[in-house]
Nanobody, 126 residues
Framework: VQLVESGGGWVQAGGSLRLSCAGS????????IGWFRQAPGKEREGVAC????????NYGNSVKGRFTISSDNAKNTVYLQMNDLKPEDTAVYYC????????????????????WGQGTQVTVSL
């Protein structure tokens, strides 16, 4: 199983970025995919998740209304559209997949995920 994130970079506050997570060796439509982030000195935080079987989603409180997770099953890719970015969104963003059947309400718990990508840096400046 391999997960490859892309789309990170530098953006000014108020700007947008779209992250992509491409999977190989696993079919995303069968599982829950999550986006997490970790800033220096902070714990890993659940950002968003999407349940492959029914496309239900869940978001962390800090990103609700600004971030949108979506999937393209034909491309086996999950996206994270990030709008109205703030300096506090600066972090390394990781995608992950869990082979455990979970609902969207549990999907922000990092400990439930089996496979992780290498991460992509997002930096938001004032």
């Amino acid at each position: 199983v391999q997960l490859v994130e892309s789309g990170g970079g530098w953006v000014q506050a108020g700007g947008s970025l779209r992250l992509s997570c491409a999977g190989s060796g696993i079919t995303f439509a069968r599982y829950t995919i999550g986006w997490f982030r970790q800033a220096p000195g902070k714990e890993r935080e659940g950002v968003a998740c999407i349940v492959g079987s029914d496309d239900t989603t869940n978001y962390g409180n800090s990103v609700k209304g600004r971030f949108t997770i979506s999937s393209d099953n034909a491309k086996n890719t999950v996206y994270l559209q990030m709008n109205d970015l703030k300096p506090e969104d600066t972090a390394v963003y990781y995608c992950a997949v869990t082979t455990v059947t979970i609902t969207r309400l549990a999907g922000l718990s990092a400990g439930l995920y089996d496979y992780w990508g290498q991460g992509t840096q997002v930096t938001v400046s004032l």
